[in-house]
Each structure stands twice: as C-alpha cells, then as structure tokens.
C-alpha cells in the first residue's frame, strides 16, 4: 500500500515571502500522479497542482510550484509571493495509474499561516 | 456549471441511529467517490463507483458502511446503528473518467456528529 507523510504539522510564512512545504511518499509502483489540494475553513478541497511521474519537468501554476524528486520519493510545494487567501490546510495525495478504482491517498496535512 | 453537491451540510444524529448521506456529481462525470476526514485518521479513501459499479468495497470502515449510486448520478452513504467513532467529514468527489489523471472535483462535505 502506498503511504503519503507530510511532516510539518504547521507552517508559517510572512505574506509576500515564500514558503516550501514538504511530501514524501512510498510507493513500488512506477507510474502514478501526485497532487496537492488546498482546504480552506469552508472544507472545499480544492486541487492546486498536479504532477505525473513520468514528466521529469516540475509543474508549475503560477505562483505555485513543486520540486518533485522521484528517485528520492519527494513532491515539496512552494509557494511564491505568499497572499492571505493562501491561508489554509494543504493535502499532499497519491493516485495510482491503475486504470481502476485510483481513490486518493492523502497526508495529514499542513496547516498554513499567512502572517499580514 | 453546477459544482459537486452534498447534503445535508450537518447531520447530529443519536448512537444507533442509521444516516443517509447524499452526493450530487458534477453532471456528466462517470466516477464518483468517497472518503472520510476525521481528526484522528485523517483522510481515508472509502469507495469508488465507475458508473453504477463499485469494484471494491473493501475500503468501507465496516459493515455497517454501504453505498449505491443510481443511473450514473447521484449517489448515497449509507451508515447503519451509527457509532460515535463515525463522526467525521464525509466528502464526495467526481472526475469524468477514472482512467486517467483527470481532477476530482470535491463536495464540500457533511459533517456528521453522533452523540
């Protein structure tokens, strides 16, 4: 089974500045994707970014980019010119390439704070 | 359009009481999922439909989980003789295939307190 550890249980950055949080995961397989979800106070999980193990390129969507090693097992998300409604917890997840019931596996989360 | 939809927001029910949760996908969307947020557990992966079918069921907490999902579309949660362990988040997403890397789109949840 494949398991997603975050090890921050909290972050807390200055706005405008950057932050980098950090997603290790385990896994046998070879093909999956990897994804980070945004979940503020109103529980809406909201997809941030999203990176396919095959593409060595790091995916980026504006201001939000991921550093994504796969020998060493690692998916970090860094965030640029951090804003106030960045303010919320961040999921790391997993999704096999199975072709069939590819449910995500989730880290615990990452608390993120947005200090004005 | 539409986004995914989930009802009832809240739901306090009594110990030993059965629930029914919703979840209204995104139309068009062939899979639908579920999964529990709780603050000991985290985020779990509880079953998948693609179209009416679910594959495996095997990530349903216990027996007294069920879930079915009619004409492609709306599907339900189903929690018999409720225990105070069942109280959590309970999302529901959908993505159009389930194939692929396409998005799942998320609910935004029913919390569900048994007391």
Same mark, same amino acid.
């Given at each position: ?37 945004? &979940? ?15 593409? &060595? ?11 994504? &090693? @796969?020998?060493? @097992? ?40 947005? &200090?004005? | ?115």
């Amino acid at each position: 089974a494949q398991t997603v550890t975050q090890s921050q249980p909290e972050m807390s950055v200055q706005e405008a500045e950057t932050v980098t949080l950090s997603c290790t995961y385990d896994t046998s397989e070879s093909d999956y994707y990897l994804f980070w979800y945004k &979940q503020p106070p109103s529980r809406q999980m909201i997809l941030v970014i999203r990176q396919e193990a095959y593409k &060595q390129q790091n995916a980026t969507e504006n201001r939000f980019s991921v550093n994504f &090693q @796969k020998a060493a @097992k690692s998916f970090s998300l860094k965030i640029s010119d951090s804003q106030l409604g960045d303010a919320a917890m961040y999921f790391c997840a997993y999704r096999s390439d199975g072709g069939g019931a590819d449910g995500l596996t989730f880290g615990k989360g990452t608390h993120l704070i947005i &200090q004005p | 359009g539409a986004g995914v939809s989930q009802s009832p927001s809240n739901k306090v029910t009594e110990k030993g009481k059965d629930v029914e949760l919703r979840c209204d996908p995104i139309s068009g969307h062939t899979a639908l999922y579920w999964y529990r947020q709780s603050l000991g557990q985290g985020l779990e992966f509880l079953i998948y439909f693609q179209g009416n079918s679910a594959p495996d069921k095997s990530g349903l907490p216990s027996d007294r989980f069920s879930a079915e999902r009619t004409g492609g579309s709306v599907s339900t949660l189903t929690i018999q003789r409720t225990q105070q362990e069942d109280s959590a988040v309970y999302l529901c997403a959908s993505s159009r295939t389930s194939g692929d890397s396409y998005e799942q789109y998320f609910g935004p949840g029913t919390r569900l307190t048994v007391t």
